[in-house]
């Protein structure tokens, strides 16, 4: 059975985004870049919320027709077109999507639970609303949390309060040459 696998970029205190949504202080250079290319190709597609999703249409599409885009960006590029892609909002249209992206309303458990049941890869889950909304319905397998180097103070935190501790199993880390840390968990 596929996993649903939260990836998320991370400051030291844990937020992935600062204030006003800038996100310039991630630091993904070509080593990290050539990472997520190896990780998401074998992934059988991505669970994305609106913001999300708008803000890699503003670029994947056509960013390796860019002269100045070369090696790993470039690649992702081609990845992210043809992987398929279901996006979750409530405000979108399907007219609104292109590259092999479906619109889904709402985090539906059952439904969630048959698209795990599918043949294929693993699902990469980004974005802090949907990630909440997965997390509120207990759907999370796997969490691969990429904690760069830098405090920016404040921010918006990945992870929502929870009633209760949830424990996770530590399945590896992986130290990047820019000083970003992976950080794999899974279900106990």
């Known amino acids: 059975m596929r996993k649903i696998i939260l990836m998320s ?3 030291l205190e844990g937020f992935f985004e600062g204030p ?21 190709r074998a992934m059988s597609g991505f669970l994305e919320g609106r913001v999300t999703y708008e ?11 860019d002269p100045a885009v070369g090696g790993p960006m470039a690649e992702f590029a081609g990845i992210w077109r043809d992987m398929p892609k279901y996006v979750y909002s409530r405000t979108m249209q399907q007219a ?3 590259w092999n992206s479906t619109l889904v309303r709402d985090v539906v458990p059952a439904e969630v ?32 949390i990429y904690v760069h180097p830098v405090r920016i103070g404040r921010g918006r935190p990945l992870f929502p309060p ?6 996770l199993r530590l399945e590896g880390t992986r130290t990047f040459g820019n000083g970003v840390v992976q950080l794999r968990y899974g279900r106990p």
């Open 9 to 11: 970029a991370v400051s």
């Open 20 to 40: 006003e949504r800038e996100i310039d202080w991630h630091l993904v250079d070509d080593e990290l870049h050539q990472h997520f290319n190896d990780k998401t």
């Open 55 to 65: 803000l890699m249409a503003g670029v994947w599409p056509t960013a390796d027709a």
């Open 96 to 98: 609104d999507l292109g």
């Open 113 to 144: 639970a048959a698209l795990k049941a599918a043949p294929g890869g693993d699902l990469a889950l980004s974005g802090a609303d949907l990630t909440a909304s997965f997390l509120r319905h207990d759907l999370v397998d796997a969490y691969h």
């Open 162 to 167: 929870t009633p209760a501790p949830v424990p």
